[in-house]
């Protein structure tokens, strides 16, 4: 996961979800899923661009597994963007699911 604030209020998601993950029923599934779980995060969010880049590995998760771990990206992106002394390039985090 790549993070990047922004001052605007919100949050931006964007997906990168290559064939190796698998055929187009695998890949839009996982979509549905992340985006789903976006959906029902996203009051408790950061404001900012979340960009999700998914591996192989990922399609074998189930829905409850992938919230898990989801959500973990999601708190460490945003604790690494709450400490005031950081300046905006220096906030881009990026975490391997």
Do not use: C, W
Request: net charge positive; hydrophobic share 35%.
């Amino acid at each position: 996961m790549v993070f990047l604030p922004r001052d605007e209020p919100g949050v931006k998601l964007g997906m990168s979800i290559p064939r190796k993950v698998g055929k187009a029923v695998v890949r839009n599934r996982l979509r549905r899923r992340i985006r789903e779980i976006f959906r029902e995060k996203e009051s408790s969010l950061v404001p900012g661009s979340y960009v999700l880049l998914a591996y192989p590995e990922s399609a074998s998760l189930d829905y409850h597994q992938l919230s898990e771990i989801v959500t973990s990206l999601t708190v460490r992106a945003s604790r690494a963007v709450s400490s005031a002394s950081k300046t905006r390039s220096e906030a881009v985090e990026e975490h391997r699911i």
